[in-house]
């Protein structure tokens, strides 16, 4: 509903008045100080999340890192003294088969 006493215009928003409202350089000053910080929260927060997530995971990477070579050397050692003692074993087992109770010599 425009007053019938303004010229009509081209313009939709022309007739638009918020009632205690100032459109001065200061308001639209801000208006734009609140514009860019919820751009740039909206930009910086999923990279601050993913920033967190990413140095969790490479820790978790570099941990691994030093457990796997220290792993990887204990199964061996542990692998290579098992074979020794199998070794042993079966080299003692074939002589106690292969020789009498009397060939045997105890050491004392």
């Known amino acids: 509903m ?3 006493r303004t010229p009509p215009t081209d313009d939709p928003a022309a ?5 205690g409202a100032s459109f001065s350089p200061r308001t639209y000053r ?7 910080i919820s751009t740039a929260a909206v930009a910086f927060v999923p990279l ?3 920033t ?5 995971g490479y820790r978790q990477a570099i941990k691994d890192e030093h457990r796997k ?4 050397l204990t199964s ?6 098992e074979f020794f003692l199998q070794e042993r074993e079966s080299a003692l087992r074939m002589n106690a088969r292969s020789s009498r ?3 045997i010599r105890w050491n004392r």
């Open 76 to 81: 061996n050692s542990k692998r290579t003294v």
């Open 2 to 4: 425009s007053d019938p």
């Open 15 to 19: 007739g638009f008045q918020v009632p």
């Open 48 to 50: 601050l999340i993913m």
């Open 69 to 72: 070579p220290i792993s990887r």
């Open 30 to 36: 801000g208006l734009l100080r609140r514009v860019v």
């Open 101 to 103: 109770r009397s060939d």
């Open 52 to 56: 967190v997530i990413n140095t969790l």
